[in-house]
């Protein structure tokens, strides 16, 4: 007796590869998503997952000069030398972020980003060219201290 299945008896590749009811529950998921949105629309349902609005305490124009893939150097809107940081942590991801958004939108040049810090404890960074905004404060207490001592140095 032979264990070997023919050619006709072997299931073929493209169904072994995604079950129908995996195909299925796709569907599903992304009419549910559709119905979901298309009724908040339609209803309109006011948002909730905006941060809520707040009273400015205090804000600053940064210049942020990446010089590598780590390294960043923070200037003031007068060209000032406020910090230069061989790690720049955090510092240096908002640098890069912004720079992204900027080449996106094909600005030019490096003008000064806005950090604004709100009364609802919010910490915004802001680039007025690209109308980039980066929510600092949800990045954790640790990253938002160290724009918070950049927002303090003289």
């Known amino acids: 007796m032979s264990y070997q299945r023919t050619l006709a008896e072997r299931p073929s590749p493209e169904r ?6 995996l195909l299925w529950g796709m569907l599903a ?6 119905a979901i949105t298309s009724f908040a629309v339609l209803t309109d349902r006011p948002h909730v997952g905006q941060p809520a609005p707040g009273k400015v305490v205090a804000e600053r124009l940064f210049i942020l000069e990446g010089r590598s893939a780590q390294a960043v150097t923070v200037y003031d809107a007068e060209g000032n030398l406020i910090a230069d940081l061989d790690h720049g942590g955090f510092i240096t991801v908002i640098q890069n972020a912004i720079a992204r958004k900027r080449t996106v939108a094909r600005i030019d040049g490096n003008p ?3 950090i604004v810090q709100y009364d609802n404890g ?3 960074a ?3 060219h690209s109308k980039a905004s980066i929510e600092l404060y949800a990045f954790g207490d640790d990253n938002k201290a160290a724009v918070e001592r950049l927002m303090t140095q003289p």
């Not at 072994?16 to 009811?21: A, H, L, N, Q």
């Not at 998921?29 to 559709?34: G, Y």
């Open 16 to 21: 072994e590869m995604i079950p129908r009811t």
């Open 29 to 34: 998921l992304a009419l549910s998503a559709l």
């Open 112 to 114: 000064p980003i806005r």
């Open 122 to 124: 919010r910490l915004v």
């Open 126 to 128: 802001e680039d007025p």
